[in-house]
């Protein structure tokens, strides 16, 4: 479902419907103004293709290549679409509060459940399929409880099951975020918003420098508590030009200084040297990072940027990126039991590809477009 452009209304301030389904919900500023933005389909989409080549690398896929390399893309893919989500989701909250004067949670919990829920509960009922016939063996009955529920990043041991863990936080943060930000006033939104980020992230760096958890756990990686800044950092862009304009326009000033080449790059050598330099400060300059390449691309950055984001197989590996996230887990990361060809390369990726691309055509249009009754 576009985004349909309504005239301005006769006082010569922009108007037009939001839509936010994740599938193209692309969103461009202007001061407090939303409308399509359709390069951020490609951004989701460079997104869930660096998942993908991050567990084809670190399964020897593509050939022998150290398993950093390959943990350094997927963990930078999942950030992508966490920055992203917040960026989006917030921008249609503030902007349906500053339109309508309130928030309608049950509606957004409504979208939200039409826009998740059916491709998720399709996978969990394979894979439960799958388990009784033997042909996944790792999953336990409560940890599809867990993935059900939303709980994956709490509980649960899986490989078929443990990228539901980045669903599950995302889950969490829109039970406590659209409650929240619809009590807080619009004037200090991006102050709040900020704040509460910042906090996460020096919380969640003291807390590694004197090593309550060990490290290696993931629970730094993964808990709500310290991980909601990853997401927050997305919701102080959408804030921050919807309502700051001094924010808005230093922003646009730096991202018209600094090469869109500058922060890739930047982004790609501390995502694959930054955790051995500083395990405290690890997420928090890579979410600085990926907030500038998002919040350059949103202000329209490079032509450059705009024509490689805007290609269309990139926005159409957009647009399936969750159902691609889904699948690609069984066929591409899960090795036990042996499927053959199935698990093997390039096979492997075209079965992900195949049942992504039917999930989204057959099970999430479905659902979308009971979703749009409630727009």
Same mark, same amino acid.
């Not at 943990?71 to 999942?78: C, I």
């Not at 491709?119 to 033997?134: E, H, M, P």
């Not at 600094?258 to 051995?276: D, F, K, T, V």
């Given at each position: 479902?576009?985004?349909?452009e309504?005239?301005?209304? &006769? ?14 919900? !692309? ?6 103004t ?5 390069q951020?389909?490609g ?8 998942? /993908? ?5 670190t399964?020897?896929?593509? !050939? ?6 390959g943990?350094?893309f997927a963990?930078?893919g999942?950030?992508?679409?966490f ?6 989701i917030? !921008?249609?909250l ?41 042909l ?6 409560y940890e ?23 669903? &599950? ?10 409650g ?11 102050a /709040? ?11 969640r ?9 060990? $490290?290696?756990?993931?629970?730094? $990686? ?21 309502? @700051?304009?001094?924010f ?6 730096m ?10 790059s930047?982004l ?32 329209? !950055? ?8 805007? @290609? ?9 990126s ?25 096979v492997?990726?075209?079965a992900?590809?195949?049942?992504? /691309?039917?999930? $989204? ?13 409630f727009?």
């Amino acid at each position: 479902m576009r985004m349909a452009e309504k005239p301005p209304p &006769s006082s010569g301030k922009p108007e037009q419907k939001a839509d936010d389904s994740e599938v193209k919900e !692309g969103l461009k500023f202007d001061k407090y103004t939303f409308r399509h933005f359709p390069q951020l389909d490609g951004f989701r989409g460079l997104a869930v293709l660096f998942v /993908i080549i991050g567990h084809l690398l670190t399964y020897g896929e593509l !050939g022998p290549t150290p398993t950093t390399v390959g943990l350094a893309f997927a963990s930078t893919g999942v950030f992508l679409f966490f920055v992203l989500s917040g960026f989006l989701i917030t !921008g249609l909250l503030q902007r349906e509060k500053s339109d309508k004067g309130c928030i309608n949670l049950r509606r957004f919990y409504i979208r939200r459940s039409l826009r998740l829920g059916p491709a998720l509960l399709t996978f969990i009922i394979v894979i439960f399929g799958l388990k009784r016939l033997g042909l996944v063996q790792d999953v336990t009955n409560y940890e599809i409880a867990a993935c059900l529920l939303y709980a994956r990043n709490f509980f649960g041991k899986s490989v078929t099951l443990a990228h539901v863990w980045s669903l &599950s936080l995302e889950e969490q943060f829109y039970l406590c975020w659209p409650g929240l930000f619809r009590i807080i006033p619009e004037k200090r939104a991006f102050a /709040i918003t900020t704040i509460v980020t910042g906090s996460i992230a020096i919380w969640r760096g003291i807390a590694i420098h004197l090593e309550w958890f060990d $490290y290696g756990r993931g629970i730094f $990686y993964m808990r709500p508590y310290f991980r909601f800044d990853s997401i927050l950092i997305g919701a102080c862009l959408a804030v921050g030009f919807a309502t @700051n304009a001094r924010f808005l326009d230093g922003t646009r000033k730096m991202t018209k200084t600094i090469p869109a080449i500058a922060l890739w790059s930047s982004l790609a050598l501390w995502s694959y040297y930054g955790e051995a330099v500083s395990r405290s400060l690890f997420l928090t300059i890579q979410m600085i990072l990926i907030a500038a390449i998002l919040g350059q691309l949103a202000l329209d !950055g490079s032509p450059l940027s705009q024509a490689f984001f805007s @290609n269309k197989l990139l926005c159409y590996l957009g647009k399936i990126s969750y159902a691609l996230y889904l699948w690609q887990q069984i066929f591409l990361v899960t090795k036990l039991p042996p499927w053959g060809f199935l698990r093997r390369f390039p096979v492997n990726l075209a079965a992900s590809m195949l049942m992504a /691309i039917a999930s $989204y055509h057959i099970i999430e249009t479905s659902a979308l477009r009971l979703k749009q009754h409630f727009e």
